[in-house]
């Protein structure tokens, strides 16, 4: 069976083709697109309709490729981001960027009105600025003629599937993310929205579907512009990290999991939603996942801080690979300074290297001059970032979590794989690399009852790819580096 996954990333998008014999599963890439977003009239912004035009391509690609048999395909993105649309179906300009300075000052306008308590309670969801609720906040206090014009706001991949199918739904696992959604009631959070502001008007939130609804097929107008068959679409897990985690080969269901990419999502798949003082205190998110299940987590800042530093010494002139960077880092003096990656110092594009050296400057630490030095810092410092959260998951659950997943293409990062195994003292066991993109197909793959279940399909991603294996090294070397996090975090 062939079947086709779109993952959208904050920097590119893919087509993967899925190739399932039964027992195995392997992958082609048959299309990659840069997906940058675009800066206009001083608003961040997705270029959507070029994003939608990179899913046709992907579509015709594969298409002439020789695979004219696909059974299913499905989208997965990014959270909290989405589009308006008008009573006619019409998108009503470009879907905002999370990263937009739009949410600047929502989150205290917000808890103004309803305490940062009452909130967290009705929606289970970690506080961050560029939550969706926070988003439609800062569009309602402004009286934007988009918000009042709409009839329907869907989430992107939401959005997709319906530009596909015309079908207008919001599924399960993207809708989580967006601090309007009640995990328990299993709806959305009406009256908190309305309380938040009575702008908002609740009309414009579609049902919510689960993971794996087969949503029909693309629209006769799209497969005749494309000339391919009418194929079958499927709303997996289509928040990105909802479906990374689909296709985590847990060892042990206690153990702990990692999606690791521009952002690095750490938790728990649990039963049910954790909503307590202590959640709320320590800022754990309960978002959706397959089968209506939980993913207990803390959002940290991924490998977007060396990223940017990379695109700043490229803008420089300096064409550095992120191996060479990686080489560098190795080369430098270990724990000469740390930083609390999650701090607002980070949050927005640009300047990164010198955001990094003004942070270590202001907190009495030695500056990091040289690009080794500044990678070395930040990866040391995502490490112990990442055992500060096992910890908190600890502290919460209830039991001692005995291992580490690291899944998505911080697997590749061999060199942060092993300060994470050390810096936590557990094993870490880092694969597949491609895990989103697997999960999305895993999703279809349980949809259209080629798989039974969800350990079946665990079971398919455990025969299909390997798994790396990184053991703690000197775990009481991080023990000083940690206190100093800690320290620096007061």
């Known amino acids: 069976m062939k079947i086709l996954a779109f993952d959208y990333g904050a920097s590119s998008g893919r087509a993967i083709l899925g190739k399932f014999d039964g027992e195995k599963l392997s992958l082609e890439e048959t299309h990659r697109f840069s997906s940058d977003p675009v800066m206009m009239r001083g608003t961040f912004t997705w270029d959507f309709l070029r994003l939608f035009h990179e899913m046709k391509t992907g579509i015709l690609k594969t298409y002439n490729a020789g695979h004219k048999d696909i059974a299913g395909m499905g989208v997965d993105t990014w959270g909290v981001d989405f589009g308006l649309l008008s009573k006619k179906g019409d998108l009503l300009g470009n879907p905002v960027h999370y990263r937009d300075s739009r949410t600047d000052g929502m989150i205290e306008t917000a808890t103004s009105r309803v305490s940062a308590r009452d909130i967290y309670g009705a929606t289970g969801i970690q506080f961050q600025k560029f939550n969706t609720l926070f988003q439609l906040l800062s569009m309602a206090e402004n009286n934007d003629p988009l918000l009042e014009a709409a009839d329907k706001m869907l989430f992107i991949p939401d959005l997709f599937n319906y530009f596909l199918t015309g079908e207008k739904y919001c599924e399960y696992t993207i809708t989580s993310t967006s601090m309007l959604f009640d995990p328990v009631a299993q709806n959305w959070a009406y009256d908190m929205i309305l309380k938040v502001n009575n702008r908002i008007r609740t009309s414009i939130f579609p049902e919510v579907i689960p993971a794996g609804t087969k949503l029909g097929n693309i629209s006769g107008s799209v497969a005749s512009e494309l000339g391919v068959p009418s194929i079958p679409v499927i709303a997996v897990a289509e928040h990105d990290t909802g479906s990374a985690v689909v296709s985590v080969p847990f060892k042990d269901r206690k ?236």
């Not at 999502?265 to 959640?279: F, R």
């Open 255 to 490: 153990a702990a999991y990692l999606s690791s990419g521009t952002w690095s999502l750490l938790g728990v798949e649990l039963d049910k939603p954790i909503i307590n003082d202590t959640t709320f205190e320590l800022n754990y998110t309960n978002e959706g996942g397959i089968n209506k299940t939980v993913r207990l987590l803390k959002n940290i800042m991924g490998l977007w801080i060396n990223q940017e530093c990379r695109r700043y010494w490229q803008k420089k002139g300096e064409n550095i690979s992120f191996d060479e960077l990686e080489q560098g880092a190795l080369t430098a003096k270990p724990f000469r300074s740390i930083i609390d990656v999650d701090a607002p110092d980070f949050f927005e594009p640009y300047n990164m290297p010198v955001k990094v050296q003004e942070y270590c400057a202001r907190t009495g630490q030695p500056v990091p001059e040289t690009k080794g030095e500044i990678v070395r810092c930040v990866m040391e410092s995502l490490a112990l970032k990442y055992r500060q959260a096992i910890e908190g998951l600890e502290q919460i659950v209830g039991y001692k979590i005995p291992a580490l997943h690291i899944v998505g293409g911080g697997c590749k990062e061999k060199t942060l794989c092993r300060f994470t195994a050390s810096a936590i003292n557990r094993p870490v066991y880092a694969g597949p690399i491609e895990a989103t993109a697997i999960g999305n197909l895993s999703t279809q793959l349980i949809s259209l009852g080629e798989v039974a279940s969800l350990s079946e399909a665990r079971e398919v991603v455990s025969n299909s790819f390997p798994l790396d294996v990184y053991m703690p090294q000197n775990p009481s070397d991080w023990d000083a580096a940690y206190e100093k996090l800690l320290s620096i975090q007061k």
